[in-house]
């Protein structure tokens, strides 16, 4: 699903159907991975805060008008200019509320993320530390 997604992403960045540079795709997936498996997936306490809500929403509007500006101009050969004008505007608002999201679900994980690491060193089984890299 998602994750196929994310990879033809990449790939779309790499063989030319898109505009957007990989170095640029990159951290963004890197990002949202992060955040969905890392954060979400793993301490699910964090999952049913607003600020999922606002990173949802955030992530879906930006791709929602992305790939249509993308799927017209391909298909059509151009976008009309409300999308261009949504495409070029939108971020502004779009991505500060993303950002804000991301790093607010990171804040409120790090007390889940730290009993996780005192209780999986107590056991003595290894583990990766989500929070020796956050803090």
Known sequence: GARAAWWAQILHGLVGLVRSPVTATLPQIGSRLFLTWGILWSFPETQSHILVTSLVISWSITEIIRYSFFGLKETLG????????????????????????????????????????????????PYYSFYNNLV
């Open 78 to 125: 151009f976008a009309p200019s409300w999308l261009l004008w949504l495409r070029y505007s939108t971020f502004m608002i779009l991505y500060p509320t993303g950002i804000l999201s991301e790093v607010g679900l990171i804040y409120i994980a790090l007390p889940y993320i730290k009993v996780t690491r005192i209780t999986k060193k107590e056991k003595k089984t």
